[in-house]
């Protein structure tokens, strides 16, 4: 059973930074893109962040120069470095990863429970 969990989500104050984790486990074969999106209330989940397993990176132009997108050395974790936060990034913020859990079968993406991040005074 592949699970994916995050952690890293808070309270913080507007200008500050928060670093969310992603780590996948279970039966994983490989890894291929990972990313992040987030979920506003009232509002529909959003792309934030995108990597491959090659390393390419694709934000969202709301986040761009802000936030940044990376993988462990193990390719089974993500984090994303959140800086300079704004009150409307306030979401709960979900991980999710393509992979293949045997070299057979095809590829399917997973997702996290999701964190809460709150930017706030």
């Known amino acids: 059973q592949v699970q994916l969990v995050e952690s890293g989500g808070g309270l913080v104050q507007p200008g500050g930074s928060l670093r969310l984790s992603c780590a996948a486990s279970?039966?994983?074969?490989?890894?291929?893109?990972m990313g992040w999106y987030r979920q506003a209330p009232g509002k529909q989940r959003e792309l934030v962040a995108t990597?491959?397993?090659?390393?390419?990176?694709a934000y969202a132009d709301s986040v761009k120069g802000r936030f940044t997108i990376s993988r462990g050395n193990a390719k089974d974790t993500q984090y994303l470095q959140m800086n300079s936060l704004k009150p409307e990034d306030t979401a709960v913020y979900y991980c999710?990863?393509?992979?293949?859990?045997?070299?057979?079968?095809?590829?399917?993406?997973?997702w996290g429970q999701g964190t809460q991040v709150t930017v706030s005074s």
């Open positions: 999710n990863a393509m992979l293949r859990v045997q070299v057979i079968s095809l590829p399917y993406t997973y």
């Open positions: 279970g039966e994983i074969f490989d890894i291929y893109t």
């Open positions: 990597i491959t397993e090659g390393g390419s990176t």
